[in-house]
């Protein structure tokens, strides 16, 4: 799905990143800002009530979307799923503590992922690849994981580099909808970005 080459220019992007601006800044995973990643964060969660669930964050980065999570759930637990190990270990120096957390290190496209209720992809998909098809591949295998729902976001506008790549929401939902019951499409938070929800199926309420 992903090939040896994509993955060096997504590992020499980062190392590059980190090098230039040190690793505790956002700019070392491709963010502006710290700003525009917390936006991204409430949109992804908007899913839904994530309380006492599981949950998967593929291409986790630093793993910072677990202390979003952590401040409006509780009793849930957190996988994240990072392929760089310069960011795996930045990870787990920031979240390892956490008992809700696991830090893995492995590429989502190849490696065999847990069965968990919810996926996230947060700025994971957002990479060129020489597979035309990669996109779908990757929204497939993520959305196969889940139990409940998986949630992504893409850009709908880049300015050409050759690293990142732009989605037009119409595309990308329309290929949703021919795999999924249910599909939303959140692109009012950023006027380069949006975020899609697939839901597999209901989550059961239980009643007190």
């Known amino acids: 799905?992903?090939?040896?080459?994509?993955?060096?220019?997504?590992?020499?992007?980062?190392?590059?990143m980190i090098n230039t601006h040190g690793r505790q800044s956002s700019f070392a995973l491709g963010?502006?800002?710290?700003?525009?990643?917390?936006?991204?964060?409430?949109?992804?969660?908007?899913i839904g009530d994530l309380g006492n669930c599981s949950v998967l964050d593929a291409g986790c980065g630093?793993?910072?979307f677990l202390p979003?999570?952590?401040?409006?759930?509780?009793?849930?637990?957190?996988?994240?799923?990072?392929?760089?190990?310069?960011?795996?270990?930045?990870?787990?120096v920031r979240h390892g503590h956490s008992p809700a957390a696991n830090f893995i290190?492995?590429?989502f496209t190849t490696t065999l992922l847990p069965a968990v209720d919810y996926?996230?992809?947060?700025?994971?998909?957002?990479?060129?690849?020489?597979?035309?098809?990669?996109i779908f591949k990757a929204i497939d295998k993520l959305y196969a994981a889940c139990n409940y729902?998986?949630?992504?976001?893409?850009?709908?506008?880049?300015?050409?580099?050759?690293?990142?790549?732009a989605y037009t929401p119409e595309q990308i939902t329309s290929y949703c909808s021919s795999i999924c019951p249910e599909v939303k499409l959140i692109q009012d938070y950023d006027p380069n970005d949006f975020t899609v929800y697939m839901y597999k199926q209901k989550r059961p309420v239980f009643l007190a």
């Open 62 to 64: 630093y793993g910072d």
């Open 119 to 134: 996926v996230f992809a947060s700025g994971s998909l957002n990479y060129r690849s020489t597979d035309p098809d990669f």
């Open 1 to 16: 799905m992903s090939s040896l080459t994509d993955s060096v220019a997504i590992f020499n992007y980062h190392r590059w």
């Open 105 to 107: 290190q492995g590429n």
């Open 68 to 92: 979003y999570l952590s401040a409006s759930y509780k009793d849930f637990t957190y996988a994240g799923l990072e392929q760089i190990p310069e960011l795996l270990k930045e990870a787990i």
């Open 31 to 46: 963010w502006k800002d710290i700003e525009s990643q917390q936006i991204r964060f409430k949109a992804l969660a908007g």
């Open 149 to 165: 729902g998986f949630a992504f976001n893409l850009l709908n506008y880049i300015v050409p580099n050759g690293l990142l790549v």
